[in-house]
């Protein structure tokens, strides 16, 4: 199993961006994929999760109405759209799965289960 986050980069307050997660090695249908980010110093964060077989989803409340996770099961990628951009978005974001069928997709993004496999993060930042 591998995930490999991009489209990470610099934009201004109020831009947006869309980080996309490739993944290998298995099927999106049985797992549950979620964004995460950390910022120095702070810890990681849940930000979207999605249980794949139900397509429930989980927002943080600090990016709901911004941010909106989605998925094209033929390519295997999972998508994270960020619109209106702030400053405090910036951090490091990884892409991670878990084999889920559960629709609760809250249980992974904040930590009550834990996230089997991680991709290599990519930095997002925002300038004011």
């Known amino acids: 199993v591998q995930l490999q986050a991009s489209g990470g980069g610099l934009v201004q307050a109020g831009g947006s961006l869309r980080l996309s997660c490739a993944t290998f090695?298995?099927?999106?249908?049985?797992?549950?994929i979620g964004w995460f980010r950390q910022a120095p110093g702070k810890e990681r964060e849940g930000v979207s999760c999605m249980v794949s077989s139900s397509g429930s989803t989980y927002y943080a409340d600090s990016v709901k109405g911004r941010f909106t996770i989605s998925r094209d099961s033929a390519k295997n990628t999972v998508y994270l759209q960020m619109n209106s951009l702030k400053p405090e978005d910036t951090a490091v974001y990884y892409c991670?799965?878990?084999?889920?069928?559960?629709?609760?997709?809250?249980?992974?993004?904040?930590?009550?289960?834990?996230?089997?496999?991680w991709g290599k993060g990519t930095q997002v930042t925002v300038s004011s």
């Open positions: 090695g298995f099927t999106l249908d049985y797992y549950a």
């Open positions: 991670a799965a878990s084999k889920e069928l559960l629709p609760y997709p809250a249980l992974r993004c904040t930590g009550y289960y834990g996230m089997d496999y």
